[in-house]
């Protein structure tokens, strides 16, 4: 199983993730609700182990 590289850095709403190669892609999480920019995809948390996503954009286009 090879060993992964993922960090995530936080200012405020704003998350950055970062991979070795540079910035992956960046969201805003705002209490329960979130959104990404790589899936553009909104997220909202609910009780429990649950979350709600939208579909946001599928594919690499």
Do not use: C, E, Q
Not at 21 to 26: A, F, R
Not at 32 to 57: C, E, I, M, V
């Amino acid at each position: 199983m090879p060993i992964l590289f993922r960090k995530a850095m936080r200012f405020g709403p704003l998350v950055l993730n970062f991979t070795p190669k540079g910035l992956s892609s960046w969201g805003l999480k705002i209490g329960r609700w979130s959104w990404n920019s790589k899936t553009r995809a909104h997220r909202y948390d609910l009780p429990g182990p649950f979350s709600w996503r939208s579909r946001g954009r599928r594919g690499g286009s």
